[in-house]
C-alpha cells in the first residue's frame, strides 16, 4: 500500500498485487459503484492478440482507489512510463507517473494535474501525442476539441483548436506519424471527421453512425487504418483514413453495444461493455471473440494498451522554440497560442489579445469592469481580474465578442470600452437603464429606460453615434434580451390595463409589439434568450422558468435559484447571482448538478455577460438551424450546409428532401433493427453489389417485423416501442394504423395471401401476462381476433394458406402446427432443441425451414423426416424465408442476406456484397411477381363467402369468424351487426359466389330474354350500394333483348308484339319467339305477360307430342333428385363446417361448423433452453412497462402520419 499526494489536494491510496514479468498488456479502469468500489484500475499483464480463455495466457493486476472515488472515463499510455487519465469526478486530466503493468508501488509515482476545468460527459476523451508531448481532448458539454501539452507548468496554456461546426464531440484519436486527428460529432448527423493536428484541412471521412463512443488509430502508422465502436450499429467497424474500405469487424449479439472505450493490438481489437460488466478481444480479420473477461462488480469503462509507441518521422516541434503549444504538420512545426493570446510576427512568440479570458464572464462589482474564466461552471477556481475602475457604479453589460468590446452602463450614459486598446469611450447619454443587450449580427446596441418607458437603439457603426427610439409609453420595461438573428427583442412589462408584469416582444425596427407570455408569477427577472437552445429563459418564483413553443406556455423546473434575479445560460448550464460575490451553476438536463462558488477579489456582482466569440457568430452554420433545411443528413461546409440523404434514399431536385425509389419485383424485404428502418434488397442474380431501397416509413421508427402484400404494393410492419402494426405504401408516404396489440411486442408478421389477413406473434412485456399469443388482423376493417394465447414464446409465424396450416417457434423449445382458424395445435417437435428462433414454410415442396441456433433444419408438413439444412457457427443465424430453390436467411453478424441452397445446404458464395451501412438485418420477406400467391381455394373467392374473417383449413375446407366480442350467426358465415347490400337484381340474379358483404366483388347474370348492360364486376361499398366505379341502378343491370329470328319450327309459335324497351323510350316491332319448354332463366314476369298475349292455335296431333315429351321429361327430373337426394346424405359431412349463398352445390342446411379446438396445456413442455452462445434477438428483450388501454382509434399525430382510405382494396 503507498500513499498518493498530488495537487488534487486530497489523498488516496492503491491497494495493489505486485508481480513481476514482461511490462506489457491491457489497461483497464472501472467506475465507483453502489458494491463498494470507489472506482480503480486493473491490468492485464501479456500479449493481447494471444489472450484466450486459458488464464494462463495473462496475468490480472488490481488497484482500487480509497477512500477517494475517481471516474477515469478515457486513458493514455505515453510508451514511456506515464499513464495519463480523464477524471470526470475532478473534472481533470491527471498523469500517474512511473507506471507499470505490474502497478507496482515501489514504482508508482505522484499523481500530477495537467488541466482542470473538463465538463463531466460520458462522452469527453483524451488522445496524446507521443512526439510532442501534447494532450487533446473533446469537450461534448463545451463542444470544443482543444490542446495542451502535458509538461506545461501553466496549467491555462491549452489551445481551443475547433469549436465552430461541432455537435457533442465524443471520440478522439492521432496519428502523428501522419499528421492526422480524428474524433467523432453527434449532432443530427453522426460522422467521423479528420483534420491535420493543427485542426486544420478538416474533411468527413464517415458517415450513415448512430453513436460513436472511442476511435483509435492502428498502431502500426503504415497501415493508415482507424477503428471505431458504433453502440446503437451493434459494431466494432474500420475504415482507411479517407473513409474507404470500410468494414464491420465485429458485430454484437445485444440489442445495444455498450462499449466504452476501445484499444488495438496488432491483429486485435478490444473493448470494454461497462453494462454487461466484461472486456474482451475480437480477432480483425475473423470477426470472432478471442478472449473475455467477465468481472463480478467492477463496471470496466477505460481501456488502454500499455506497449511502446512507433515513430516514423522526426519530430520538428523538439527544437522549434514555439512559446506556448506547437504541432507537427506535413510542412513542419507550427506554432499556437493560448486562450487569450495571439502569434506574433515572428510566429513563435505569443502577446494577450486583451486583458480578459479568451471565453470568460464580464462582470461589474461597484464601479469595476472584471472578468472570470468561463470554465468556472466545471470547476476551474473564479479568481476575478479587474480591468478597468470606473467612475460611477456599472448596472448593466452587453458584450461584442468578436471585437473584443465591451458596452456597459454607467450612471446615465453608455460607454463602450477596447478589451484590446483598453481605450474608453462615451456613447450617448440615457435615462435610468434598466436593460442592455447586443446585436451582433448588426452592430446595434439597444437598452430600455424605466423611467421614459422606453426602449432605444444606437449602432456602433454610425458616425454620429446618434440614438433612436423605437419602442415608448411602455410602463417601466427591464431586463431586455435579444434574438439577434431573428431580429426579435424581449422585455419585462407592466401591463397597463391590469397592472400585472407580462414579457413582451417586437422587432429591432419598433413594429410587431405584441404580447409573450402574460400570468406570469411574481416578480420575474433575469430574462435571456440561449441562440443555442433557442429558447427564453427567466427566474420565476425562485426556479429557472422556460418558454416552450410545443407547449406554448411557460414551464417552471426544478432548478430551484432560491433569490437569485440575474441569469445566464452557456453551453447546457446556468449561470445566476442575487448581486453577492456568488455563482449558482447548474445543470440544465441534471437539477442534482449544482454548484456555488465564491467569486475571489470582488464583493458583489452588479451586472454580468458572457464572453465567448463563438457563441456570437456574424452567420449561424446552416446545420445549427433545424438541420440546416436538411431532412437527413447535413454536412457543414464553412457557414453552408450540404444535405445528404442515409442508405437506401435519393436527394429529391430541391437538394434537401429524401425520396426513395421502391422496387417492384425480385426484392427481398427486410428491417434493420439498429436504424429503425425496412430496406428492400434487391434479389438480382447478375450482380453481388444488391441495389438498396428505403421504405419510406415515418421517423422515428422501431420496426421489428414486416410482411409484403404485393397488389396494393402494401408494406405490413410493427413497431415495437409503440405498439402498432402498421400499413405503408411503396412510392408514398402514406401509413396507416392497422392495429394496436397493447402489452405486446410483435416479433413475426406472416400474410394469407387468400384474403389479405394479417397473422402476428405477441409476445408481453408485462410480467402478469403470461403467455404469448397469435393473432390475426383483417386487412379491410382492421378487426381483430385472438387465435391462440396460451404459447409460452411465440417468437415466429409462418403460414400455408393452401394447406390451411399456420406454424409457429416458441421459443421454449418448440415448433407448432395448427388450422389457420387456431383450432387442432399440436407441437410437431417438442424436445431438442437449444435456440430456435424464426419459421418459413416452402410451397413448393411442402416443407417447414426454421432455425435453432447454428443450424436451418427443415421437416415435412406433419413433422416427419426431420433433417439439418445448412450449418453456421460464425453467421447468427436470425430469420428464413423460402424462394425457388433457395433458403435466404438474415445474420446477426452479417451485413448482407445469406442464400442457401435447400436441397445442397451449401451457401452460395459472391452472391451479395456486405453492405457495411447496414444494421442488424432482422425478419425477412420475399416477393417475385413470377411465382404465384400462395392462396386457399375457397377463402380466395370472395372471402369464402365470410363476412368478416375467412379461415383456411385443410382439405381445402374453411370456417368463418368474428372478431372478439362478435358472436357468428346461425348461417355460421355472418358476424352479428355485419350489413350486406342488396342481393336483388330486376330482370336477374347475382352470381351464386356472391356474398353481398362489403367490399366484396361480384359477377351477375341477367334472365333470358335480357341482356346485361354492363360488363364486369360490381363491388358493395361501404354506403352498401352497388358500384362499378361509380354508383349503379340494380334496376338497370338487365335490358330486354330485342332480336329479329326467321320463322320458327313447327313446335314453336310466333307472335309479333309491340314494347318499349328502355332506353330509348321509342316504340319498335320485334319478333319473339317462345320454346314450349320454359328456361330457367326466364324472368317469370315476362313468361306470363307472353302467355297472356299469345293468342296461336296447337294442333292435336302437335298437342299429343308435347304432352309425351312432358311425361318423359317428368320421369328424367324424378330420376335425377332421387340421385341427389342420395348423394347429398355422403356429402353432408364435407360442408359441415360452411354454407354458401346461392350455391346449388352446397346445401342449405348442413351440420354444425367443425370448431373443435385441441387443448395444448397438457402436453409435456420442456422448460426453455439457453440461447446458443453470443445469441440475443431483440424480440426477446422484455420491457418494463405500465399496461396502456388498447388504442380504440388507431390514430397517430397529424403531422407523422396521413391516413389512407383502403376500402378499394379487393380480395
Known amino acids: 500500500m503507498v500513499l498518493l499526494w498530488g495537487t488534487l489536494g486530497g489523498v488516496c491510496m492503491l491497494l495493489v498485487q505486485i508481480s513481476t514479468a514482461q511490462n506489457t498488456g491491457l489497461i483497464v479502469s472501472d467506475l465507483p459503484n453502489s458494491f463498494f468500489n470507489g472506482g480503480g484500475i486493473t491490468t492485464f499483464e501479456g500479449y493481447a492478440n494471444q489472450f484466450s480463455e486459458d488464464e494462463a495466457s495473462y496475468k490480472m493486476h488490481v488497484a482500487g482507489f480509497y477512500p477517494y472515488d475517481f471516474d477515469i472515463m478515457s486513458m493514455q499510455w505515453d510508451g514511456n512510463n506515464t499513464l495519463y487519465i480523464m477524471d470526470g469526478l475532478s473534472k481533470s486530466i491527471l498523469k500517474m507517473e512511473a507506471f507499470d503493468i505490474w502497478m507496482n508501488h515501489t514504482k508508482f509515482g505522484y499523481i500530477y494535474l495537467v488541466h482542470r476545468g473538463l465538463s463531466y460527459t460520458i462522452s469527453s476523451r483524451i488522445a496524446y501525442d507521443h512526439l510532442t508531448g501534447n494532450m487533446y481532448w473533446t469537450d461534448a458539454l463545451y463542444n470544443w476539441i482543444a490542446v495542451q501539452p502535458v509538461h506545461a507548468n501553466d496549467?491555462?496554456?491549452?489551445?481551443?483548436?475547433?469549436?465552430?461546426?461541432?455537435?457533442?464531440?465524443?471520440?478522439?484519436?492521432?496519428?502523428?506519424?501522419?499528421?492526422?486527428?480524428?474524433?467523432?460529432?453527434?449532432?443530427?448527423?453522426?460522422?467521423?471527421?479528420?483534420?491535420?493536428?493543427?485542426?486544420?484541412?478538416?474533411?468527413?471521412?464517415?458517415?450513415?453512425?448512430?453513436?460513436?463512443?472511442?476511435?483509435?488509430?492502428?498502431?502500426?502508422?503504415?497501415?493508415?487504418?482507424?477503428?471505431?465502436?458504433?453502440?446503437y450499429r451493434n459494431t466494432l467497424e474500420m475504415s482507411d483514413y479517407d473513409g474507404m474500405n470500410r468494414k464491420v469487424v465485429y458485430r454484437s449479439p445485444n440489442i445495444y453495444l455498450q462499449v466504452s472505450n476501445i484499444a488495438v493490438y496488432k491483429d486485435v481489437l478490444c473493448g470494454s461493455d461497462y453494462d454487461e460488466k466484461f472486456v474482451f478481444c475480437v480477432g480483425i480479420g475473423t470477426g470472432q471473440e478471442s478472449w473475455r473477461h467477465e468481472f463480478s462488480f467492477e463496471d470496466p469503462w477505460g481501456m488502454t494498451l500499455l506497449d511502446s509507441k512507433v515513430t516514423t518521422i522526426s519530430n520538428p516541434c523538439k527544437d522549434n522554440g514555439c512559446e506556448h503549444i506547437c504541432t507537427n504538420s506535413e510542412d513542419g512545426a507550427v506554432c499556437h497560442c493560448k486562450e487569450g493570446y495571439t502569434l506574433n510576427e515572428d510566429k513563435k512568440t505569443c502577446n494577450a489579445s486583451h486583458s480578459a479570458h479568451g471565453r470568460g464572464i464580464i462582470l461589474s462589482s461597484g464601479n469595476n469592469l472584471c472578468t472570470v474564466d468561463i470554465r468556472v461552471i466545471t470547476g476551474v477556481r473564479p479568481n476575478a481580474t479587474c480591468l478597468l475602475a470606473w467612475t460611477s457604479n456599472i448596472t448593466h453589460i452587453a458584450v461584442a465578442a468578436n471585437d473584443s468590446k465591451v458596452i456597459f452602463a454607467a450612471g446615465d450614459e453608455l460607454i463602450l470600452y477596447d478589451l484590446v486598446t483598453k481605450q474608453n469611450t462615451s456613447l450617448v447619454s440615457t435615462g435610468k437603464v434598466s436593460g442592455l443587450v447586443y446585436s451582433w449580427i448588426g452592430g446595434d446596441v439597444f437598452w430600455s429606460e424605466s423611467d421614459t418607458g422606453k426602449i432605444k437603439l444606437l449602432s456602433l457603426d454610425s458616425a454620429t453615434k446618434t440614438d433612436y427610439t423605437i419602442y415608448s409609453n411602455l410602463n417601466n420595461p427591464r431586463d431586455l434580451a435579444i434574438d439577434p438573428h431573428n431580429e426579435k427583442l424581449f422585455w419585462i412589462n407592466t401591463s397597463p390595463q391590469s397592472g400585472a408584469l407580462q414579457i413582451e416582444t417586437g422587432s429591432f425596427t419598433g413594429s410587431d409589439k405584441k404580447t409573450f407570455q402574460s400570468q406570469l408569477f411574481n416578480n420575474p427577472s433575469g430574462l435571456f434568450f440561449d441562440g443555442g437552445l433557442k429558447l427564453l429563459f427567466w427566474i420565476s418564483q425562485q426556479r429557472l422558468t422556460y418558454f416552450s413553443k410545443s407547449a406554448s406556455f411557460h414551464l417552471n423546473t426544478d432548478h430551484l435559484l432560491n433569490t437569485d434575479t440575474k441569469l445566464l445560460i452557456y453551453k447546457d448550464y446556468t449561470i445566476s447571482t442575487k448581486g453577492d460575490n456568488q455563482l449558482t451553476v447548474y445543470s440544465l438536463y441534471d437539477e442534482n448538478d449544482k454548484n456555488q462558488y465564491t467569486v475571489d477579489k470582488i464583493s458583489d456582482i452588479t451586472a454580468f455577460a458572457l464572453f465567448d466569440p463563438d457563441i456570437q457568430p456574424k452567420e449561424n452554420n446552416k446545420c445549427d438551424i433545424d438541420n440546416g433545411g436538411c431532412e437527413q443528413i447535413c454536412i457543414p461546409d464553412g457557414t453552408q450546409g450540404i444535405c445528404e440523404c442515409g442508405l437506401g434514399y435519393v436527394l429529391e431536385r430541391d437538394a434537401h428532401n429524401c425520396t426513395t425509389v421502391a422496387q417492384s419485383d425480385m426484392f427481398a424485404l427486410a428491417?434493420?433493427?439498429?436504424?429503425?428502418?425496412?430496406?428492400?434488397?434487391?434479389?438480382?442474380?447478375?450482380?453481388?453489389?444488391?441495389?438498396?431501397?428505403?421504405?419510406?416509413?415515418?421517423?422515428?421508427?422501431?420496426?421489428?417485423?414486416?410482411?409484403?402484400?404485393?397488389?396494393?404494393?402494401?408494406?405490413?410492419?410493427?413497431?415495437?416501442?409503440?405498439?402498432?402494426?402498421?400499413?405503408?405504401?411503396?412510392?408514398?408516404?402514406i401509413t396507416e394504423i392497422l392495429y394496436s396489440p397493447v402489452n405486446y411486442i410483435v416479433g413475426s408478421i406472416a400474410v394469407d395471401y387468400s384474403t389479405g389477413n394479417i397473422y402476428y406473434t405477441g409476445l408481453p412485456y408485462l410480467y402478469y401476462i403470461q403467455y404469448s399469443m397469435i393473432g390475426v388482423i383483417h386487412y379491410n376493417s382492421h378487426q381483430h381476433k385472438t387465435l391462440m394465447d396460451n404459447i409460452q414464446y411465440a417468437y415466429s409465424v409462418a403460414l400455408h394458406p393452401p394447406k390451411g396450416y399456420m406454424f409457429w417457434i416458441d421459443g421454449a423449445g418448440m415448433v407448432g402446427r395448427a388450422n389457420m382458424d387456431g383450432t387442432d395445435p399440436l407441437f410437431l417437435v417438442a424436445y431438442g432443441m437449444t435456440s430456435a428462433l424464426a419459421i418459413a414454410v416452402d410451397y413448393k415442396s411442402d416443407k417447414v425451414y426454421y432455425i435453432d441456433g447454428e443450424r436451418i433444419d427443415y421437416m415435412n408438413l406433419d413433422g416427419g423426416n426431420r433433417q439439418t439444412l445448412h450449418m453456421n457457427q460464425v453467421a447468427g443465424l436470425s430469420h428464413l424465408a423460402v424462394a425457388g430453390e433457395y433458403v435466404y436467411c438474415t445474420a446477426?453478424?452479417?451485413?448482407?442476406?445469406?442464400?442457401?441452397?435447400?436441397?445442397?445446404?451449401?451457401?452460395?458464395?459472391?452472391?451479395?456484397?456486405?453492405?457495411?451501412?447496414?444494421?442488424?438485418?432482422?425478419?425477412?420477406?420475399l416477393y417475385d411477381k413470377s411465382v404465384a400467391l400462395p392462396v386457399h381455394q375457397k377463402c380466395s373467392v370472395n372471402n369464402g363467402l365470410c363476412s368478416t374473417f375467412c379461415f383456411p383449413r385443410p382439405n381445402n375446407q374453411r370456417s368463418c369468424g368474428c372478431p372478439e366480442g362478435v358472436s357468428l350467426m346461425a348461417d355460421?358465415?355472418?358476424?352479428?351487426?355485419?350489413?350486406?347490400?342488396?342481393?336483388?337484381?330486376?330482370?336477374?340474379?347475382?352470381?351464386?359466389?356472391?356474398?353481398?358483404?362489403?367490399?366484396?366483388?361480384?359477377?351477375?347474370?341477367?334472365?333470358?330474354?335480357?341482356?346485361?348492360?354492363?360488363?364486369?364486376?360490381?363491388?358493395?361499398?361501404?354506403?352498401?350500394?352497388?358500384?362499378?366505379?361509380?354508383?349503379?341502378d340494380v334496376n338497370m343491370l338487365c335490358k330486354e333483348q330485342i332480336t329479329t329470328t326467321p320463322s320458327p319450327p313447327p313446335t314453336t309459335t310466333t307472335k309479333t308484339t309491340t314494347t318499349k324497351v328502355p332506353p330509348p323510350t321509342a316504340t319498335t316491332t320485334t319478333t319473339t319467339t317462345t320454346t314450349s319448354t320454359p328456361s330457367p332463366n326466364v324472368d317469370p314476369l315476362h313468361r306470363k305477360a307472353e302467355s297472356q298475349q299469345s293468342d296461336g292455335s296447337i294442333s292435336s296431333g302437335t298437342f299429343a307430342a308435347t304432352i309425351i315429351v312432358i311425361i318423359i321429361v317428368f320421369i328424367v327430373i324424378i330420376v335425377i333428385l332421387v340421385y341427389v337426394m342420395y348423394k347429398r346424405r355422403i356429402v353432408t359431412n364435407m360442408f359441415s363446417h360452411a354454407k354458401f349463398v346461392n350455391s346449388p352445390n352446397v346445401p342449405d342446411e348442413g351440420g354444425p361448423v367443425d370448431d373443435r379446438y385441441t387443448s395444448i396445456t397438457d402436453i409435456n413442455q420442456p422448460t426453455a433452453s439457453a440461447n446458443a452462445a453470443g445469441m440475443e434477438n431483440p424480440l426477446y428483450e422484455v420491457r418494463n412497462k405500465t399496461a396502456v388501454p388498447d388504442n380504440k382509434d388507431n390514430t397517430l399525430p397529424e403531422q407523422e402520419f396521413r391516413s389512407v382510405d383502403m376500402t378499394a382494396y379487393k380480395y
Open 972 to 1032: 355460421q358465415r355472418t358476424c352479428s351487426g355485419v350489413p350486406k347490400c342488396s342481393m336483388a337484381i330486376k330482370h336477374g340474379k347475382l352470381s351464386d359466389l356472391c356474398s353481398g358483404y362489403v367490399n366484396s366483388t361480384c359477377d351477375y347474370e341477367c334472365y333470358s330474354g335480357y341482356l346485361k348492360t354492363l360488363t364486369g364486376k360490381l363491388t358493395c361499398n361501404d354506403h352498401l350500394n352497388w358500384v362499378q366505379q361509380t354508383s349503379v
Open 671 to 733: 428491417v434493420d433493427f439498429n436504424h429503425g428502418l425496412i430496406y428492400q434488397i434487391s434479389m438480382n442474380d447478375n450482380t453481388k453489389d444488391k441495389k438498396v431501397s428505403a421504405v419510406d416509413i415515418p421517423q422515428p421508427a422501431d420496426p421489428l417485423a414486416t410482411a409484403y402484400i404485393p397488389s396494393t404494393q402494401s408494406v405490413i410492419w410493427a413497431d415495437y416501442m409503440d405498439d402498432h402494426i402498421l400499413n405503408t405504401t411503396l412510392n408514398t408516404n
Open 892 to 925: 446477426a453478424y452479417k451485413q448482407e442476406i445469406l442464400k442457401i441452397h435447400k436441397t445442397t445446404g451449401l451457401l452460395v458464395t459472391e452472391w451479395m456484397s456486405p453492405v457495411t451501412e447496414l444494421g442488424r438485418l432482422e425478419t425477412i420477406t
Open 155 to 231: 496549467q491555462s496554456n491549452y489551445k481551443i483548436l475547433i469549436s465552430d461546426q461541432l455537435s457533442t464531440p465524443g471520440a478522439i484519436a492521432v496519428d502523428p506519424n501522419n499528421d492526422r486527428l480524428f474524433w467523432s460529432n453527434h449532432g443530427d448527423s453522426v460522422f467521423i471527421e479528420r483534420s491535420d493536428l493543427s485542426g486544420k484541412k478538416r474533411k468527413i471521412i464517415v458517415k450513415n453512425l448512430l453513436w460513436v463512443p472511442d476511435i483509435k488509430c492502428d498502431p502500426d502508422p503504415s497501415k493508415q487504418m482507424i477503428y471505431w465502436a458504433d453502440n
